[in-house]
Nanobody, 123 residues
């Protein structure tokens, strides 16, 4: 059974930074392409960033390019999302997800999901 557990969320002022972590257990992290998604109150879940399984290629939604960085440490079975220059519109529950089939970056189809961690950015 694959489990994903997010951590690192919290309350931060606009312009601040947070680093989210996603710990994967059950199978080696190297098995999966990984992604981060977020869902703000009253809105649909949206894609944030993804990182490929092996070569570490990355892909971001336009609104976070230049501010967020996704990375992975396969030895630690952990994926990270470094978030800088946070803005109130970044407030959401952030979810990490694992894709066992390494679908295209544009795909929002993932096989496993974490429970989410809340990020709140105050103005």
């Amino acid at each position: 059974q694959v489990q994903l557990v997010e951590s690192g969320g919290g309350l931060v002022q606009a312009g601040g930074s947070l680093r989210l972590s996603c710990s994967v257990s059950g199978r080696p992290l190297s098995t999966y392409k990984m992604g981060w998604f977020r869902q703000a109150p009253g809105k649909e879940r949206e894609f944030v960033a993804a990182i490929s399984r092996s070569f570490g290629s990355t892909y971001y939604t336009n609104s976070v390019k230049g501010r967020f960085t996704i990375s992975r440490d396969n030895a630690k079975n952990t994926v990270y999302l470094q978030m800088n220059s946070l803005q109130p519109e970044d407030t959401a529950v952030y979810y990490c997800a694992a894709d066992a089939r390494s679908r295209a970056f544009e795909s929002s189809m993932y096989d496993y999901w974490g429970q989410g961690t809340q990020v709140t950015v105050s103005s």
